[in-house]
Antibody
Framework: QLQLQESGPGLVKPSETLSLTCTVS??????????WGWIRQPPGKGLEWIGS???????YYNPSLKSRVTISVDTSKNQFSLKLSSVTAADTAVYYCARHELMTTVTYDYWGQGTLVTVSS | DIQMTQSPSSLSASVGDRVTITCQAS??????LNWYQQKPGKAPKLLIYDASNLETGVPSRFSGSGSGTDFTFTISSLQPEDIATYYC?????????FGPGTKVDIK
């Protein structure tokens, strides 16, 4: 059974960089059939796609966040990571990692449990 | 960008009731639409993909229909465990966009 688990600091100061890692178990992140993505949800609000990455390193980002986002992959560790720079209180959210098929079929079938990141001094 | 709307934003129904949620896209997205269920404190769960296909393991009381710009999600007989927020999500174009959600609870 595929499992995804987010990890990283739960508190980040304004203007700093948020860094999270998603560890994939029960399957290979190097599968040619899937992309790996980040989605976030501010408290009490809806879901926002941040971006996706293929095992080869090919990335797609939400234009609204593109200038601040970097997603990377480490196939040797079966992990992919998110960096979001220059954070503000508006970036406070639960951050989820998830799997989907190719970029023409962004259907998330497996999700991590989510991790709350609070931006505050 | 494509805009997604859902209605109602919330509803209250009795156990056994038929519940219907609608999702509308601002442009034609063919059948490139998914439905997710999110319970409090949990990650979303895929219920319906490609507008009308039931994900493996999902109870048959859940169904979806529609194409183009107008979509419907139905729970044929509401159960207590169905209390959740339901989101539609389009993937015809990037960015893949979620609707604002419909919160369902028991009357």
């Amino acid at each position: 059974q595929l499992q995804l688990q987010e990890s990283g600091p739960g508190l980040v100061k304004p203007s700093e960089t948020l860094s999270l890692t998603c560890t994939v178990s029960g399957g290979s992140i190097s599968s040619s059939s899937y992309y790996w993505g980040w989605i976030r949800q501010p408290p009490g609000k809806g879901l926002e796609w941040i971006g996706s990455i293929y095992y080869s390193g090919s990335t797609y980002y939400n234009p609204s966040l593109k200038s601040r986002v970097t997603i990377s992959v480490d196939t040797s560790k079966n992990q992919f990571s998110l960096k979001l720079s220059s954070v503000t209180a508006a970036d406070t959210a639960v951050y989820y990692c998830a799997r989907h098929e190719l970029m023409t079929t962004v259907t998330y079938d497996y999700w991590g449990q989510g991790t709350l990141v609070t931006v505050s001094s | 960008d494509i805009q997604m709307t859902q209605s109602p934003s919330s509803l209250s129904a009795s156990v056994g009731d038929r519940v219907t949620i609608t999702c509308q896209a601002s442009q034609d997205i063919s059948n490139y639409l998914n439905w997710y269920q999110q319970k409090p404190g949990k990650a979303p769960k895929l219920l319906i993909y490609d507008a009308s296909n039931l994900e493996t393991g999902v109870p048959s009381r859940f169904s979806g229909s529609g194409s183009g710009t107008d979509f419907t999600f139905t729970i044929s007989s509401l159960q207590p465990e169905d209390i959740a927020t339901y989101y539609c999500q389009q993937y015809d174009n990037l960015p893949p966009l979620f609707g604002p959600g419909t919160k369902v609870d028991i009357k």
